[in-house]
C-alpha cells in the first residue's frame, strides 16, 4: 500500500477499506506521512465525509494509536466530555459530585483551543496543585477519593493530536465525522464502559443548531455501541455563557460556591443531570428523575464539596482558597461595563465573551501564550434579566489597561438589550441514549 494512492482513492470520493484507514492512522501516528497529505486527507475526509464502516475503524484506530489509559476495569467507573464551551466549569462540579455518590471519574483533560482556558488551565489557578499526577499517583487519587482530574500525560491518541493541530489551521475542525472520532477515540482509550457526552450546542460553540448537534450525538452513540459502550448524550445550549463567571480562578470560585450549596441554576442543572446519569449507566438507579434528586441532595448536604476538598488536598493543593477566595489569584484591577440602554438581556453572545476573556488574559490567542489565572469576567445579569440604564452587566478583570477597554468594548457588543422579556429556558435540550432509559416513550 502506498500513500499516494491511498489518498487519490478518498480525494476522488472513494471508500476506504479497514487495512487502508490503518495505514492512514498508522502513518499520521509513526510520522511517515507528511503534514500536506494528512491535510489533504482530511480535505477530503471533510468535503466527501465517512461511510459508517469507515467511521468506526478511523476512531478504532486512532483509539489504539497511543496508550490506553491505564485504569483497572471498573463498572463504577464513568467518563464525561464536553465538547466545549465558554464558562464550562462543569467537571469541577460533576467529578466531585459523582465521586459522592458511591461511582469514580477519572479526567484527563487538556488545555484550552479555544478562546478560553480549558480545565486543567483552570484547575491550575489553585495554588501548589499538581496537574502532571504519574500513572501511579493518577490511580491513588482515584482510589482514594473517587475522582481525579489530571493533564494528559505522554503518549494519548497521538493520531488524534496531530490530526486535530492540522484541522485547527486548515478549516476543517467543523466536520460531524471527524469531530465524532476524534472525541470517541479518546473515549475508548480511556477505557471506561459508561460514558456521558455534554454537546454544546449554541454560537459559542462548533454545534450551532439542534440539528447538526443531534446528528453529531447520532454519530458518536453509534461509535458507542459499536464498542459495547453505555451511553448518555445530553444537548445543552451554548447561548449564553455558563453559569456568572468566565477565567480561570473565577470558574474555579464559582465550582466551589455550587459545591458548598449555591444555587446558580444552569451549572446545577447540568452537573446534577450528569451525575444523575452517571447512576442510571452504572445501575445504581433506574430512574433518571430520582437519580438527578439524589444528586441534587448532595450538593445541598455538602457531600460533594467534602471529596472536591478531598481531591485538591491529594492532588498537593493549598485547600486553604476554598474558605478564603482572596488566595487565589485574582486581578486588582477591575472595570465595570455598564448598561447603555434599559430593558431586559436578549443575548450574551459567548463567542464574543471568549475573545473578550481572551483579551482581559484568561485565554490564549497562540498555543505560547502564558495565562493570567486571575484575568476574567464576573456577570451581574443573564439573560432575561431587567436592568437599568448605566447599571453594571459585567465585571471585568483585567491588569493591562490597554487590552481591558479593548475587552470592555468586546463584552458591551456580546450583550443584546431588548424591551420584551424573553423566556428563560432550561439548559438541557435534548437527552439521547444508545440504552433505554426509563420514562422514555
Ligand atoms: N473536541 C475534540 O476533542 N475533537 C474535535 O474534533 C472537536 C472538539
Same mark, same amino acid.
Given at each position: ?43 477530503? =475526509? ?22 490506553? =489509559? ?9 467518563? %464525561? ?22 461511582? %469514580? ?78 472525541? =470517541? ?45 453505555? =451511553? ?87 485547600? !486553604? ?29 459567548? $463567542? ?28 451581574? %445579569?443573564?439573560? !432575561? ?16 489597561? %490597554? ?34 432509559? $426509563?420514562?422514555?416513550?
Amino acid at each position: 500500500m502506498d500513500i499516494f494512492h491511498v489518498l487519490s482513492k478518498k480525494i476522488k470520493g472513494g471508500v476506504l477499506n479497514e487495512d487502508e484507514i490503518r495505514f492512514f492512522v498508522d502513518s499520521v501516528t509513526n510520522g511517515r506521512m507528511e503534514d500536506y497529505q494528512i491535510s489533504a486527507m482530511l480535505t477530503a =475526509m471533510y468535503i466527501h465525509g465517512l461511510t459508517c464502516e469507515e467511521l468506526f475503524s478511523l476512531t478504532e484506530r486512532m483509539a489504539y494509536s497511543g496508550d490506553f =489509559m491505564p485504569l483497572a476495569e471498573d463498572p463504577m467507573l464513568v467518563d %464525561k466530555h464536553s465538547s466545549g464551551g465558554v464558562g464550562d466549569k462543569i467537571s469541577f462540579i460533576c467529578s466531585p459530585l459523582i465521586a459522592s455518590l458511591g461511582m %469514580k471519574i477519572a479526567k484527563m483533560s487538556g488545555r484550552g483551543l479555544g478562546h478560553t482556558g480549558g480545565t486543567i488551565d483552570k484547575l491550575e489557578a489553585i495554588p501548589q496543585i499538581d496537574i502532571n499526577l504519574s500513572t501511579a499517583a493518577f490511580q491513588h487519587v482515584l482510589d482514594e477519593v473517587g475522582c481525579v482530574i489530571s493533564g494528559q500525560t505522554g503518549n494519548f491518541c497521538p493520531a488524534d493530536k496531530k490530526m486535530y493541530a492540522l484541522r485547527d489551521v486548515t478549516a476543517t475542525v467543523d466536520s460531524l465525522p471527524l469531530i465524532a472520532s476524534s472525541i =470517541m477515540s479518546k473515549k475508548i482509550a480511556s477505557g471506561a464502559k459508561n460514558i456521558i457526552l455534554d454537546v454544546k450546542c449554541g454560537h459559542g460553540a462548533f454545534m450551532k443548531d439542534l440539528r447538526q448537534a443531534q446528528s453529531l450525538a447520532h454519530l458518536m452513540l453509534d461509535i458507542g455501541s459499536s464498542f459495547q459502550r453505555n =451511553m448518555v448524550v445530553l444537548i445543552t445550549d451554548m447561548n449564553e455563557p455558563l453559569g456568572c463567571c468566565v477565567g480561570n480562578a473565577l470558574e474555579v470560585i464559582e465550582a466551589t460556591e455550587v459545591l458548598k450549596g449555591k444555587e446558580i441554576a444552569d451549572l446545577k442543572e447540568i452537573s446534577v443531570a450528569i451525575a444523575g446519569y452517571a447512576m442510571v449507566l452504572t445501575g445504581l438507579e433506574a430512574n433518571p428523575e430520582k437519580a438527578m434528586h439524589k444528586a441534587a441532595e448532595h450538593l445541598k448536604n455538602g457531600k460533594a464539596f467534602s471529596k472536591f476538598r478531598q481531591m485538591i488536598t491529594m492532588q498537593k493543593g493549598d485547600p !486553604s482558597f476554598l474558605e478564603d477566595y482572596e488566595r487565589l489569584p485574582l486581578c486588582r484591577k477591575r472595570v465595570e461595563v455598564t448598561a447603555p440602554v434599559s430593558g431586559y438581556i436578549k443575548d450574551i453572545d459567548s $463567542e464574543l465573551i471568549g475573545i473578550a476573556s481572551m483579551l482581559a488574559g484568561a485565554g490564549r490567542e497562540k498555543k505560547e501564550d502564558t495565562l493570567d489565572y486571575g484575568a476574567g469576567i464576573l456577570f451581574n %445579569k443573564k439573560i !432575561s434579566d431587567p436592568v437599568k440604564e448605566n447599571e453594571v452587566l459585567a465585571t471585568l478583570f483585567c491588569e493591562d489597561e %490597554k487590552r481591558a477597554l479593548e475587552a470592555k468594548s468586546v463584552i458591551l457588543d456580546a450583550f443584546q438589550i431588548d424591551r420584551f422579556r424573553p423566556e428563560r429556558k432550561t439548559k438541557i435540550l435534548k437527552v439521547m441514549s444508545n440504552i433505554e432509559l $426509563e420514562g422514555d416513550a
